[in-house]
């Protein structure tokens, strides 16, 4: 299935990332967007509610996170795409209508335009200390994916990407953009309509009678119907049967969490994403995502100078974890080095994925800037003397 | 087990509003003398009468013991989140306005944790339809006191009397805007039933309280009796006052309940203003929304 040509601005616009996001939206065929204002992230529904009333699109600015965050889901049980975009204190808020989505497997997008925390924290400024709450922060068990866009251009075609994979997993998906890469106004092309492929929701085909809501094919994705087709589904956050029907049992319980486990685990081969620059024949590989991979470059090219083997694995898709890569890596490197914006958080899976084989280091920041290239070019040289 | 329960006589009549109601969850979770299981039989005779398309009703609840009602409904149904059915209701009604959106939870669910979003729903005049049960606490996590609890009850939370002031829903979802709001009790059944049915054929923000007892929590901690006792004393400190000014109509502990049709106006509702205003505005650019899409 093709873009709507009627929402893609096919073309070269210098915008930035807000705003890329918001295109990509569009074009994915996202028509609901309900949010609530909130630094760094608000010119991407500044620019929604500018669009949707000439696309076919309804946006409402919601009294806050949490209504924004359960809104969006109303709309896609209605049929709808539907996406909600935010920063950390407001994705705190959203966190239990992600176990909501992840539980009854609604197709939606979350946009967090990371800032600097804890708490209000630097609200203009960027940070990537929100990545172990996309992966872990609302209760329970539940696999999550998330995409690091490190560019205005990524910005656009990462966004129809989560759109693709939610609708294609029925998972949230996190676009998990920065404030730098946000606010950044770089060249963004928008390719023909024909040229943008989407992956249209799951919908069942056949009469109410053969129809249960929750039952699941062998790729562990359930079929799914909207409101008002006449299927009279039944929809719960409880632990529930394949009618939707509430089962407060043991076995009820393992079979539903352990196939909303394993339709993400099982397909997490499918679903990663990652760019490799010299990594055959590394002896050091250079792990980031997002802004970070653009920052260490310099960092990459210096080592590579000075005769330093350095590989740079960039993660596109950062949830789920690229495991197996980092395993095979692990078996033939000497390090990993791992800079990121917070104080260690994605150097954690590397390390668990190393397990003892290699050391991970870590080139942290607070965030608020983005990293000297410097800091990451003596994390590069402290990691091969640590050995 | 539930099976064997309700291998009926087949010589009995037939509850009238069964092919409303999801005959396959029985039994359901109340407890006896519990006043939601009446609201759910005048609502599904509300439904039935109005004419409403069922293919094109969808009901939406919230968390707790009136939060289960929208799992026995035989509709598109919906359990959300603690407090959070309007705004998912929101999104529903948003997404696709041919169908008709009814909230159906309990007081702690929709006034206190989902209070905010309560009164901006009504605020926005946003099309869908309310109806709070109000049984004075939180019966699911065992009586806790709730912002509907009258002023000196006993609740699990408040073992010496509650102190705080109650919500007056009424007044608070006229003062919001609610273009339709009606008090009633789990006593005034066919005045219930034809509430609910105003209140679903009404456009706009539609908001009904019903009032239920909580024998097993909120009358036992309050020696009040079972329930037949609380629908006792429904039946004789009621006073049907339609059109009353909602200020007057706020509870006391087994004082005495104003009931009836409090407020029935037009505002245009949210979708409409939208509507309206962006084809003012955008002229020929503006494309409204059509239903469906992914």
Excluded at chain 2, 280 to 292: N, W
Aim: proline residues 6%.
């Amino acid at each position: 299935m093709n873009a709507d040509p009627a929402g893609v601005l096919t073309g070269a616009h210098f915008i930035d990332g807000d705003h890329a996001c918001c295109e990509g939206a569009i074009a994915a065929g996202c028509r609901f967007v309900a949010g609530y204002p909130i630094t760094p992230s608000t010119e991407v529904v500044e620019r929604i509610a500018e669009r949707f009333p000439r696309v076919g699109g309804v946006f409402i600015q919601m009294e806050d996170e949490i209504a924004s965050s359960i809104a969006i889901q109303g709309a896609v049980w209605a049929g709808k795409k539907a996406m909600t975009v935010t920063s950390g204190p407001g994705f705190s808020l959203m966190m239990e209508h992600v176990g909501f989505a992840a539980m009854t497997e609604t197709p939606c997008v979350f946009v967090n335009v990371q800032r600097a925390g804890p708490s209000t924290g630097l609200p203009t400024q960027p940070a990537q200390g929100d990545m172990m709450q996309a992966r872990w922060g609302s209760h329970g068990d539940y696999q999550a994916i998330a995409v690091c866009p490190n560019s205005p251009q990524e910005c656009f075609d990462l966004t129809i990407k989560a759109f693709n994979l939610s609708e294609q997993y029925r998972v949230p998906v996190f676009l998990m953009m920065d404030e730098c890469v946000g606010h950044m106004t770089e060249r963004v092309l928008i390719p023909p309509a024909e040229e943008i492929s989407l992956v249209p929701r799951r919908w069942f085909l056949g009469s109410p009678e053969n129809y249960e809501p929750f039952r699941a094919g062998p790729d562990m994705v359930p079929q799914m119907v909207k409101a008002g087709d006449g299927f009279h589904i039944h929809v719960t956050g409880l632990t529930h049967d394949e009618r939707g029907y509430p089962n407060m049992s043991v076995p009820a319980q393992e079979k539903l969490v352990q196939r909303l486990h394993d339709k993400i685990t099982k397909h997490s081969a499918t679903i990663a994403d990652y760019v490799e620059d010299q990594v055959e024949g590394a002896d050091i590989v250079v792990v980031t995502y997002g802004i970070t991979s653009r920052t260490a470059l310099p960092a990459i090219e210096r080592a590579r100078k000075e005769g330093l083997k350095v590989g740079h694995l960039r993660l596109v898709v950062v949830w789920p974890f690229p495991e197996h890569r980092i395993r095979e890596l692990a078996s033939r490197i000497s390090a990993f080095v791992v800079p990121e914006m917070n104080m260690g958080q994605v150097v954690l899976e590397v390390e668990r994925c190393s397990a003892g084989k290699v050391p991970a280091t870590l080139v942290g920041h607070t965030g608020g800037t983005v990293h000297v290239p410097e800091d990451i070019y003596q994390g590069i040289v402290n990691s091969r003397k640590g050995r | 087990m539930a099976e064997e329960l309700y291998e009926l006589d087949e010589n009995l009549p037939v509850n009238p509003v069964e092919s409303l109601l999801r005959m396959d969850r029985m039994p359901h979770i109340w407890c006896p003398g519990c006043g939601i299981g009446t609201t759910v039989n005048c609502f599904a005779q509300a439904l039935e009468s109005s004419g409403l398309d069922l293919r094109k009703t969808a009901i939406v609840s919230g968390i707790g013991c009136t939060g289960r009602v929208a799992g026995y409904l035989n509709l598109d149904s919906f359990h959300t989140t603690h407090g959070r059915a309007i705004p998912f209701a929101t999104g529903l009604k948003l997404a696709n306005p041919e169908l008709k959106v009814v909230v159906y939870s309990g007081d702690g669910d929709l006034s206190a944790i989902g209070g905010n979003h309560f009164i901006h729903a009504a605020r926005r005049n946003m099309d869908v339809t309310v109806i709070l049960i109000n049984n004075s606490t939180y019966g699911m996590t065992g009586g806790q006191v709730a912002p509907t609890t009258p002023m000196t009850a006993v609740a699990s939370t408040t073992p010496y009397g509650n102190f705080e002031s109650a919500f007056n829903l009424p007044a608070l979802a006229e003062s919001c805007g609610a273009v339709y709001v009606a008090r009633w009790t789990a006593f005034h059944v066919r005045h219930t039933t034809k509430a609910i049915k105003e209140a679903l054929l009404k456009k706009g923000f539609s908001f009904v309280e019903i009032l239920a007892p909580c024998p097993t929590l909120y009358s036992r901690r309050n020696k009040l009796g079972d329930g037949l006792a609380q629908m006792v004393y429904y039946r004789e400190n009621s006073e049907i006052r339609h059109g009353a000014d909602t200020k007057d109509v706020a509870l006391e502990f087994q004082g005495k309940i104003i009931v009836g049709k409090f407020v029935d106006r037009v505002r245009p509702t949210f979708g409409e203003a939208m509507d309206r205003y962006l084809r003012e505005r955008l002229g020929a650019d503006y494309l409204p929304a059509t239903a469906g899409g992914a």
